[in-house]
């Protein structure tokens, strides 16, 4: 495990979501793709639960949108770039 709880998972997750290159799928539990590959789905749920990722704007259940970092995804990423 890296700092806080998060690892090496996390951090490339969270690069991705700021790269641009992720979408998260509308629904109860969130679904997060990358360059269009699904994510790990605890992984992403643990980052969704703490506030990190979120979707850009609301959308039906199943349609894709936008990914994007939080103020504390920002924060987050940060910290784990400069561990």
Known sequence: MGIHG???RHRSML???AEGRAELSGGRVPN???DGL???FT???E???RGLVAA????RSGQRVRAV???SGEQVLGLLIAA
């Open 6 to 8: 998060y690892t090496a």
């Open 15 to 17: 690069k991705a979501v």
């Open 32 to 34: 997060l793709a990358v």
């Open 38 to 40: 699904w994510c790990d």
């Open 43 to 45: 992984a992403t749920n």
């Open 47 to 49: 980052l969704c639960a």
């Open 56 to 59: 850009a704007h609301s959308s």
């Open 69 to 71: 970092l939080t103020s």
